[in-house]
């Protein structure tokens, strides 16, 4: 017994390494791919190409697995006496005793699985005849009949599958563009919790008129591998509807800054330019004066009206600069602003400098993570 528990324990923390591992290494790069790659997208991310397959390869690999599980997967024993699991102990007695004779190894010699048969059917009506064994294995399964400690390894078990993916969830979900995500992801997983307390615990299970000859804990198995696709199905949506309108709205400021320190640059060299005709018109000798009075005359209006128009323009410029008093340059640095104006930071330039720290900042956490959990696990293992 305390082996079978033993071997059952460990085939369920294999299964938990491989989903780990498959869905953080290897799906959700596949995911990422198909949602960021230029040649599916066509040069723009998240386009619904590239949503469809990432949906089919999410659909293909997750149904794939569970399909693989299940056909591997013994029947159970309300499903080897045909009962549901509701079902009284006088049906599951008058079950066994239809089954038996008609499967006992006497009557079906020529059938060389009908001792097989007759034995399974034995093991279960041993179980499903008594009421506590019977609600343990509808709970917990096997390994919870094995359990000599009343079910505390299963429980375990089960804590340390909400504790594992509660961080990887975390994990994952991290940065703006998974905000929602995590919060599909963690209601999805209180629900589940909910649902768990409900029919391990508190014994009402309201899937049990959908699923007549499945046990509690075939359902919850399925429930538990269904949440991994549902986390990486949650941060793939959320990471396509996202909108960062902080960092769109922060380019368009950097933007806006680089046109007022291009305006305030024309409006010096205008200046200059103004400054230096005015400064040659008024050094001409008297003579030139003289013969060119008419001219003059006629052309002061124009130099009074460009004055202005240089005046205006200096006074808009200040304005504008006194409205964003964070990045003001003076008047002396025109022209280093115009040096700094190619340093703009671009919108795919500034998305893509997020998107690398944050995977670096996501690498980190998985790596201290594995390292948390290994010693943890050390630490049940040798209690």
């Not at 460990?10 to 591992?21: F, G, K, N, Q």
Request: glycine letters at 6%; aromatic letters at 8%; charged letters at 20%.
């Amino acid at each position: 017994m305390a082996r079978a528990s033993s071997s059952a324990d460990d085939s369920s923390s294999t299964a938990e390494i491989v989903d780990v591992v498959l869905y953080l290494f290897v799906l959700g790069p596949a995911v990422e791919w198909c949602l960021k790659s230029p040649r599916v997208n066509r040069g723009r991310p998240g386009s619904r190409s590239g949503i469809a397959l990432a949906v089919c390869l999410l659909a293909t690999i997750a149904g794939g697995k569970l399909a693989f599980e299940l056909a591997g997967r013994d029947p159970n024993h309300f499903q080897v006496l045909g009962v549901r699991v509701d079902a009284t102990h006088a049906e599951i007695k008058r079950a066994y005793k239809a089954d038996s004779l008609k499967y006992h190894p006497d009557k079906n010699p020529d059938d060389p699985k009908a001792h097989t048969k007759f034995m399974n059917m034995q093991r279960a009506y041993e179980v499903l005849k008594d009421p506590t064994q019977r609600d343990v294995y509808n709970k917990f399964g096997k390994s919870g009949l094995d359990d000599q400690s009343g079910s505390s390894t299963s429980l375990t078990n089960i804590a340390v599958f909400y504790v594992i993916w509660i961080v990887i969830g975390y994990l994952l979900t991290m940065g703006k563009a998974s905000e929602d995500a995590r919060t599909w992801a963690f209601s999805g997983l209180l629900a589940l919790a909910v649902f768990e307390y409900q029919t391990r615990i508190l014994s009402s299970d309201f899937l049990a008129p959908i699923f007549p000859h499945s046990t509690v804990n075939e359902k919850l198995e399925l429930l538990h591998r269904l949440f991994p696709p549902f986390l990486h199905g949650s941060r793939m949506i959320s990471q396509v509807i996202f909108r960062d309108l902080g960092l769109y709205n922060k380019l368009l400021l950097e933007q806006m800054h680089l046109k007022v320190d291009e305006l305030g640059k024309q409006v010096h060299a205008t200046r200059l330019e103004f400054d230096s005709r005015q400064t040659g018109a008024s050094s001409g000798g008297t003579a030139a004066a003289d013969t060119a009075l008419a001219p003059s005359a006629a052309a002061a209006p124009n130099a009074s009206s460009m004055a202005e128009a240089v005046q205006q323009a200096e006074e808009t410029w200040k304005s504008l600069l006194q409205q964003q008093p964070a990045l003001q340059p003076s008047t002396d640095s025109a022209n280093e602003s115009s040096a700094e104006a190619p340093a703009a930071t671009s919108p795919a330039a500034a998305a893509s400098q997020v998107t690398q720290q944050a995977n670096q900042t996501r690498l980190m956490n998985i790596v201290w993570f594995f390292v948390i959990y290994a010693f943890f696990k050390y630490l049940v293992d040798k209690d």
